[in-house]
């Protein structure tokens, strides 16, 4: 498998990114998280990990993205297409890099508008007073990003749906292997770490994201993390990973069942693949994120506008959830490039059952991404 | 093993924070981030991973803690000891939890002062555009928290103790059978994905960070991913863990040899556990973060005051890195129940090597919490 992307790849990123800006009256993008880190430059490390550092990259009205890191990073990212890499020796307790990125922005912004992402799944990885010192002291204004960033990531190129593909397909075999780590008796804690270790062993570069549940007639919450109960038979057990490969996630989910399911929790999951269906079906460009909720949300409450979790799926890349949701509110036009996830949830005897699968958006519809689930529940 | 802490636990930190905020003239704290939210609620979920929904929690200036947060972890966080959950359905593209956090925060804090993490390693885990929005409508004043959170996070308790020594051990296990998994031929990325399962079979909940590098005569980087390029004899094999498990990391390295080091390697490798020995034997209460630094900095460098990684260790706990920084601007000083990395790294004719362990400080000492590495490089 070839890692990363060749430096076209970067160089179309910036030169969109650069347009928007013109558009937008923006001198210059100031980014700080990993994933927008990684987006313009391809630098990629787990030392994200560490809160203690904070990394800046900005886009310029013309060229290449200039960074101002630590100098722990500077090799790492010297074998990027990046080359104006400025580093302080981080950390420092007087002047945490601001010095420097203020006089870096004052070059290549000067009194211009610098834009930072802003919106909603965003948020600022500096420390809030050296934002407000880096504010005060620059030539030039901080303002909002107009959304730019979420704009470009939100469709995919066919490089980076090749990578999100590969992990689908890993996640896929490590979920092809649950009959092997689960049976009654085993606490669901141990589960969850033996999944994780069928995907690392399946090409998993890591396993960012766990969660899961298991009870009789449904479970009632899918993010808490994982009891020693051990599963019982008449459970239905659920999985939900983000694995990561090279960079790209997958986010889906498989239930089973501890020996034969009840005629109610195969109903269920029977409508959950109707559910799935009827988004895929819709799907193409020109519907709405709403209309795909709509779609799922008919069939699993009947159209009661959804419950406590808020959207029944979401975009899906770098990060293991991105815009847009899944929601009523959200009028997102679907693109050609575009992933989601479909994520219906229905209500049990027992409590709930949710389901997911991974999507791409095509001229005139859409593909599955991960291995689509069998709708007879695997029996363990 | 028992999961999570006791309420008195909570209270102790709560009370804690309470009696900083009276002598800070602070009605409130507000807090965004996974490791700030737990420290006071021990909420736990790997659902963090997603970047979508801002979580508050805010501190008062008496009672419990109280959670504005998304409808989705209602029912976990009432699991927990805090009792006033107010939860709106996120993602909402109106109004992503904002009118209900400065309702909840007038109702609180009144026109009073509300403190934020704003130093160093910190940042604001929500929407800036919703932080502004927020300053703007509140009846207080949002200010930094002047340090509180940092001053009672990087003093643990006993029971957190127990927990981080647990990691260690669970690494320590991992990394004793780290032979059967590496030897020469084998790609670096597999050496990385087998140890991660090492990792989990051995108890790790996850396995968070991994780093490390392989070359001869010493290694040029320790934050890259791994390559697919195979192990080779001569090669010296650095890896370097965050495990989690119940919510605490460990974050310690070892060093092997592909086959007999070389004379010079050995010796860096024992530059390494001398300099790691100097900084256990002077470690204690009243000691200061610099003073650490200066007693491995000599061993390593002769004196000459450090490195482009910056630092010589760390505080760690509920994240991988933790105040303080053992670096010379750095003048914290040691109380018992802080603990930390020794880190040293030391040049070499390759390139550098590094080696680390942990302690706490006890009262008249140091213990380690990891369990030592052999003077002698393990040989693969």
Chains 1, 2 share one sequence.
Not at 41 to 59: D, L
Not at 346 to 352: N, P
Request: aromatic share 6%.
């Amino acid at each position: 498998m070839s890692r990363g992307f060749p430096t076209a790849e970067y160089q179309a990123r910036t030169q969109k990114a650069q347009s928007l800006m013109a558009q937008a009256d923006l001198a210059a993008l100031l980014l700080t998280t990993e994933a927008e880190v990684r987006y313009f430059t391809g630098y990629q490390t787990r030392f994200w990990e560490s809160p203690a550092r904070p990394w800046f990259v900005i886009v310029p009205a013309s060229g290449r993205p200039v960074a101002v890191i630590p100098s722990i990073g500077a090799a790492l990212m010297a074998r990027t297409w990046i080359q104006d890499i400025r580093s302080w020796r981080a950390p420092d307790l007087q002047d945490d890099g601001v010095g420097l990125l203020t006089q870096t922005l004052n070059e290549i912004a000067g009194g211009g508008r610098i834009g930072l992402p802003d919106g909603h799944e965003t948020h600022l990885r500096m420390p809030l007073a050296d934002y407000h010192r880096l504010a005060g002291q620059i030539d030039g204004t901080l303002t909002g990003d107009q959304g730019i960033i979420r704009r470009l990531r939100m469709v995919k190129s066919a490089a980076e749906i090749t990578k999100i593909e590969a992990t689908c397909q890993i996640a896929g075999r490590a979920f092809d292997r649950v009959p092997q780590i689960a049976r009654a008796g085993v606490p669901l804690a141990q589960v969850f770490r033996h999944f994780q270790m069928l995907g690392l062993e399946e090409g998993a570069d890591w396993v960012p994201y766990v969660a899961g549940a298991a009870a009789a007639e449904g479970y009632d919450d899918v993010i808490s993390p994982a009891s020693d109960a051990p599963l019982a038979a008449g459970d239905v057990l659920m999985l939900d990973t983000g694995m990561m490969c090279d960079g790209y996630f997958c986010d889906f989910d498989r239930n089973f069942s501890l020996g034969p399911p009840s005629a109610a929790v195969q109903a269920a999951h029977d409508r959950l693949i109707d559910a799935t269906d009827a988004a895929a079906d819709l799907a193409r460009p020109g519907v709405t994120a709403a209309q795909l909720f709509h779609a799922m949300d008919g069939i699993v409450t009947g159209g009661a506008g959804g419950s406590d979790t808020g959207r029944l799926g979401h975009g899906l890349g770098m990060q293991l959830t991105e815009w847009p949701s899944l929601i009523p509110q959200d009028h997102t036009v679907l693109e050609p490039g575009m992933v989601l996830t479909l994520e219906p949830g229905i209500a049990t005897g027992g409590g709930m059952m949710v389901h997911e699968e991974n999507i791409v958006i095509t001229q005139d519809g859409c593909r599955f991404l991960s291995p689509r689930a069998d709708r007879n529940l695997v029996e363990l």
